[in-house]
């Protein structure tokens, strides 16, 4: 049995991607929640992962580490967590490396949250250089990949990761062109992740840093 580590739902971006993706493709698992995001690293965590953070994943002796590591070790066994196709593969690798190793203005100044709703002012010039960049790969996975709703047609690994940025453009209210919007609109729907919103929205783990919102971005929407 797959043994899956988790921070807070509500918070933790990095966590839902390995949880999508394991949902999604009906593997079974066990979740560990611990808690994070307080001011300091929760030490706990140094017991399930060397590295200090979540998400990990054990299955037997073998312990992985990093959203990233973990994805690539269940696509060994299903491959078909990614494209089939090798040069839509090799774009799915390169936008999922993106967003793993980068867009570090919008992770900072967009925080996960998913139980607030932010409205107001235009985001700093810096993470709108962020969300064009992140519409601009949305945009043209939807329009290139027709024959189904998720960024390669099928659900793959790169929609795992897409995953929380989704659901900080909705926190966020950031503005989107059309097939951006239905694309997050798929993914809201997506029974897994509505089922990991509900149980963020459950948990009474709170943290005062992230909860007290003072900025606010973006247009309204009515
Ligand atoms: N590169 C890692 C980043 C993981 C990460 O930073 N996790 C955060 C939670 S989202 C964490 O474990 N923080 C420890 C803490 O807040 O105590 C991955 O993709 O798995």
């Known amino acids: 049995m797959l043994e899956l580590f988790i921070g807070n739902k509500n918070y933790s971006s990095w966590s839902l991607r390995p949880w999508i993706l394991l949902k999604h493709f009906e593997i079974p698992f066990r979740e560990h929640l611990l808690s994070v995001g307080g001011m300091t690293i929760n030490p706990d965590i140094r017991n399930v992962a060397e590295n200090g953070r979540v998400p990990a994943l054990h299955e037997g002796d073998i312990r992985i580490w990093d959203s990233l590591a973990i994805a690539e070790y269940l696509a060994e066994s299903m491959p078909s967590m990614w ?7 090799a774009r799915a690798r390169s936008i999922t490396a ?4 980068g867009f570090a203005a919008l992770r900072k100044e967009f925080p996960m949250n998913l139980k607030l709703r932010v409205q107001g002012r235009p985001a700093p010039a810096e993470v709108q250089v962020d969300i064009q960049r992140i519409v601009a790969i949305w945009q043209s996975c939807r329009e290139q990949h027709r024959d189904g709703p998720y960024l390669f047609g099928a659900f793959s690994i790169a929609d795992a990761f897409y995953a929380p940025i989704v659901c900080r453009f909705e926190t966020y209210n950031v503005e989107v062109p059309e097939k951006s919007a239905q694309y997050m609109a798929t993914m809201l729907k997506h029974p897994a992740m509505m089922q990991w919103y509900e149980a963020a929205r459950l948990e009474s783990d709170s943290r005062a840093h992230y909860d007290a919102q003072t900025h606010s971005y973006g247009p309204s929407r009515p």
């Open 98 to 101: 993106e967003m793993h190793s």
């Open 83 to 89: 494209p089939k196709d090798r040069s839509d593969r």
